[in-house]
């Protein structure tokens, strides 16, 4: 097995990379990329010595991309590129299936449950060894807040104990047949599962995705996002360190047309799952329908936070404006809008006004209420969104700083609180992925109900009222996958069950459901008599 040690010094870790000829940079793309983030992830010719090279891991080693070219890594908060990744072909795509498939079929598939949970429960432990290396590097490459860097490893390492602990409770049944046969009904693992992960919280879905998919037997390649890739591949090397088999957990890094279009199309691939954008998710889905192997879609949201004019208003107040803050707005789940019982709705709008303004935005490092955006493709679109409101006369409420020293090459947007936004205006309808809040009336439950159901989205939703039969009629008329009441998120919910209705996609994750998710089942039928 060859693989970077990460070695712990005084409490944290470095990675000692392999020795490597020359490979191709992205030298020529490091001023554009300064701008245009998205733009810049194209392969590019000669290299530099200045940026450390993050190779691919396919089959329990580090290697470079079939290729031999490379792509920036830009930290979002001052746009400088820190490091490369290799950039990922189709090539590396087949290896890494390959290389999952004799691990399934080989050493990780003669595991038991018990072997399988005792290897996620030491890379759990892993994890939270080196937390404070792996929230920074979180931080840096995603333009998170430190704090919130930590919450996700933190986090992480708990995905990775929950499904450690129930990948030997993960139980078939029998079914009552013919007195002369024995029916039992097994839950088996799809075989080669692919994961493609998100920017916005890399090793919070790794660890729901392909920890689950692991527990339950399946070896796995994953295809991280272009703009957040390093702490995964940290992880995979510690996986490693605790003694995974070689092959049963493989990361390609690369654009998601290359690698990423691959791996959903590659005939090799038992299972698939996804969080993105809608658009991405339908070719997702069609592709690996050439295949007929199923997908799990996470595929974003508009979830509404509905507020009762006998709520408390204390309790849920710093609960709204964080379920729209956290993250920079780049959250799935986001509650991003603000459904106001037509009584309460000054005075509501007011307190959370108050709240938008004082909120800031700035350097991951400065652990701020915010961060910045995660590229200059998506600080360009919030602003977009942005411009909508204002040409259309919509009230700005509050908006929240940017800080003065913050780096004139960052992603920043600062925090914004729209009111009275029309129903089917733009900015209420549509994702816009960044910490903008739309605040609107409603006059009784029905109205709520429509107003809430009243986007192609179905994530989650939000209720916050004292009277609890009221609560519970309306929480169970919303269509959305999660439902909170008098709360939103719960900490991450890790236990919980996740995923959508509509354009927010299909499948769960978390919790057993997401364990479940990554098997089929078997009916084995045997005659006695």
């Known amino acids: 097995m060859s693989t970077a040690t990460l070695q712990k010094t005084n409490g944290k870790s470095s990675a000692a990379r392999p020795k490597q000829g020359k490979l191709p940079s992205a030298k020529a793309k490091i001023a554009k990329a300064k701008d245009e983030r998205i733009d810049a992830k194209s392969p590019s010719p000669g290299r530099t010595d200045s940026f450390p090279i993050e190779q691919n891991i396919i089959g329990g080693r580090m290697v470079a991309s079939a290729s031999g070219e490379t792509l920036p890594v830009i930290a979002p908060g001052d746009g400088n590129v820190f490091a490369e990744i290799a950039s990922g072909t189709a090539e590396d795509i087949s290896r890494a299936v390959t290389a999952a498939r004799r691990a399934f079929e080989g050493g990780w598939g003669r595991l038991t449950a018990i072997e399988r949970g005792r290897l996620l429960l030491k890379l759990s432990q892993a994890v939270l060894d080196y937390a404070s290396d792996l929230a920074a590097l979180e931080s840096r490459d995603t333009g998170k807040p430190i704090s919130q860097g930590k919450a996700d490893v933190t986090a992480l390492a708990r995905y990775l104990e929950y499904y450690g602990s129930a990948a030997d409770k993960l139980h078939g049944e029998t079914i009552p047949f013919l007195n002369t046969h024995l029916v039992s009904i097994l839950r088996v693992p799809h075989g080669v599962t692919g994961h493609i992960i998100p920017w916005n919280y890399p090793v919070q879905i790794f660890g729901r995705s392909v920890g689950a998919a692991l527990a339950a037997g399946n070896a796995c390649v994953v295809k991280p996002a272009e703009d957040a890739s390093l702490s995964i591949l940290k992880v995979a090397r510690l996986a490693l360190e605790v003694g995974f088999p070689e092959g049963a957990m493989n990361i390609v890094t690369g654009l998601g047309r290359t690698a990423g279009a691959s791996l959903a199309g590659h005939p090799g691939v038992d299972f698939i799952s996804f969080t993105g954008s809608p658009q991405t998710g339908t070719f997702i889905q069609s592709a690996a329908a050439q295949n007929h192997v199923g997908v799990t879609l996470e595929l974003g949201g508009k979830s509404a936070q509905v507020v009762f004019a006998d709520a408390d208003l204390e309790s849920l107040m710093p609960v709204v404006v964080n379920a729209i803050i956290q993250n920079g707005g780049q959250t799935c789940s986001a509650g991003s809008r603000l459904l106001i019982e037509r009584s309460a709705y000054e005075r509501v709008v007011e307190a959370v006004g108050k709240r938008f303004a004082a909120l800031r935005a700035g350097p991951p490092e400065r652990d701020l209420e915010l961060g910045p955006m995660i590229n200059a493709a ?152």
């Open 378 to 529: 998506q600080k360009r679109r919030v602003e977009t969104y942005l411009a909508a409101a204002s040409e259309d006369h919509l009230e700005t409420v509050a908006s929240g700083t940017i800080v003065k020293d913050a780096p004139k090459g960052g992603y920043y947007v600062p925090p914004t609180l729209i009111g009275q936004a029309p129903a089917t205006h733009k900015i209420v309808q549509e994702e816009v992925f960044g910490p903008v809040l739309t605040a609107t009336t409603f006059d009784d439950e029905a109205d709520a109900i429509r107003l809430a159901n009243g986007t192609p989205y179905g994530l989650v939703a939000g209720v916050w009222s004292r009277d609890a039969k009221r609560s519970l009629r309306v929480a169970r008329k919303m269509r959305a996958g999660q439902v909170f009441v008098n709360s939103y998120g719960a900490g991450g919910g890790i236990e919980l069950p996740f995923g959508g209705f509509g354009r927010s996609g299909h499948g769960r994750e978390k919790g057993f459901e997401g364990l479940r998710e990554f098997t089929t089942t078997q009916t084995l039928v045997m005659a006695h008599g």
